[in-house]
Every structure is written in structure tokens, then in C-alpha cells.
């Protein structure tokens, strides 16, 4: 008897080059901004290639950098739950290529095919999931436990077949704002990093995974230190 052939995996590239006519791609540059805080909210955005931040700016004019996208990740979702404006910024920190998808189009998709509403409703759950250790770190951790949780996120630790060693450049000045810290206390530790092997940067950055074991073994005098220092 012939082997039954096995259903071909989801893609979702494939998936949403079909939405002729409900869609747009477009490239940006470095910094460039994709949405503004304040903009009208009527589309959800996918990331081809290349890395944005999504920044929130409070009526004093100070900036907190409150996520990162990579490649295969969507953001401004929040207009499929009634958000009529859009509550952050998005720019680009490379160049990146970036689908716009229309609101309407992607309502009319979660409800009609079931593989995509799988796929996006996982995605979604998790990125919760990931808010909800986002806000216990910063509650519970040192700094310098929060930095390097960050980094082994930006290098897709744990991400099955997503992991890379080699990230985007990114500031020093972006990662306090992530980190909820002062760019002279990101810069200490990352020197410290360097120095015990967890990291490597000479115009790009190196993430090794034995930087995980700041962020999972607890040297009480070390974090006494890192307390007092925070």
C-alpha cells in the first residue's frame, strides 16, 4: 500500500501572499516609522525581514521601549479588539521589509480559515504569556537579570529552529529604556558579559547561551550588589 502523504506544515508567508488586493509590503529604512502613537488603527503588520520596536511616549515626552519584533512576527493587533487609535509608536531599528494587512481582510481570515486562527491564536496566547513575564521581571529581578533576559530574547533562546547567536545592533540607550535602567548601569553589565564570556560585540552582538546562567542561578551577594546598584 502507498504511504499516506503527509499534510504539508502552515505557511504563513504563503498563506498571506494570497490576499491579493488586502494587502500591502513596503520597506523602511533605519528608524523609520512604520505607525505612530495617536494614528488611526485599521490594519495588523507582519515582519518579512528585519526588527522594529514598539515605543510608547508618555505626555512628559519620555520614551519606554516596551517590545521587539523580529522576522514572523505580527504587531497592531490591538485594532481587531475595537482599538480605534493606535496606543504606541513602531520603527524600524533595520532596514525592514513589513506587510500591511487590512483589518477587515484579517477578521474575514480568522473566521474562514481555521489553520490561520490556529496559527495567529497561538502566536497571540503566547505573546501574552511573554507580557506577564515581562512585568514579573521587572517587579522581581535585578537589572542586570532583566538585561540579560533581554538579550536571549532578542536572540530567540528557547524559539525552536528561530535561534540565532547573532542579533541586530541595538543601543545602548534602547536596551536601559527595555531594561528599565540608566545606560551607564546596561553599559557595566554588558562589559561584565563580555568579560565572563556570555557575550561578544564588536559592531554586532554575539549572545552565547551560558548567559543564561545569570538569568537562572542566583548568587545571593551578587544580587545583593545588583539590588543596591538598581
Given at each position: ?11 504563513v508567508e ?5 490576499l491579493?488586493?488586502e494587502?500591502?509590503?513596503s520597506?523602511?529604512r ?19 525581514e ?9 505626555e512628559?515626552?519620555?520614551?519606554a ?8 512576527d ?17 520603527a524600524?531599528?533595520t532596514d ?16 474562514d480559515?481555521p ?8 502566536y ?6 511573554r507580557v ?5 521581571d521587572q517587579?522581581?529581578n ?14 530567540n533562546?528557547g ?11 541595538i543601543s ?15 553599559s557595566?553589565?554588558?562589559n ?6 556570555f ?11 551560558s548567559?543564561?546562567?545569570?538569568v ?9 550588589e545588583?539590588?543596591?546598584r538598581?
Amino acid at each position: 500500500m502507498a504511504k499516506a502523504k503527509k499534510p504539508k506544515p502552515f505557511s504563513v508567508e504563503v498563506f498571506l501572499s494570497t490576499l491579493d488586493g488586502e494587502r500591502s509590503v513596503s520597506e523602511y529604512r533605519k528608524h523609520q516609522t512604520v505607525f505612530s502613537q495617536g494614528d488611526a488603527a485599521d490594519a495588523v503588520y507582519y515582519v518579512q525581514e528585519g526588527q522594529v520596536k514598539v515605543c510608547v511616549i508618555s505626555e512628559r515626552g519620555k520614551e519606554a521601549v516596551v517590545a521587539l519584533h523580529g522576522k514572523g512576527d505580527f504587531f497592531g493587533e490591538g485594532c481587531l479588539t475595537g482599538q480605534p487609535l493606535r496606543l504606541a509608536t513602531v520603527a524600524a531599528m533595520t532596514d525592514s521589509v513589513i506587510m500591511r494587512i487590512d483589518k477587515a481582510a484579517v477578521v474575514r481570515v480568522l473566521k474562514d480559515e481555521p489553520k490561520f486562527s490556529d496559527m495567529f491564536l497561538s502566536y497571540i496566547l503566547a505573546r501574552n504569556a511573554r507580557v506577564e513575564e515581562d512585568l514579573v521581571d521587572q517587579l522581581f529581578n535585578s537589572s542586570e537579570k532583566r538585561l540579560a533576559r533581554v538579550l536571549l530574547l532578542m536572540a530567540n533562546f528557547g524559539k525552536e529552529g528561530r535561534q540565532e547567536s547573532v542579533i541586530a545592533k541595538i543601543s545602548q540607550e534602547t536596551l536601559a529604556e527595555m531594561v528599565g535602567t540608566t545606560r551607564s548601569r546596561v553599559s557595566y553589565f554588558m562589559n561584565k558579559f563580555r568579560k565572563l564570556g556570555f557575550i561578544e560585540y564588536n559592531g554586532t552582538l554575539e549572545v552565547h547561551n551560558s548567559l543564561l546562567n545569570v538569568v537562572l542561578h542566583d548568587n545571593p551577594r551578587l544580587k545583593r550588589e545588583a539590588d543596591d546598584r538598581d
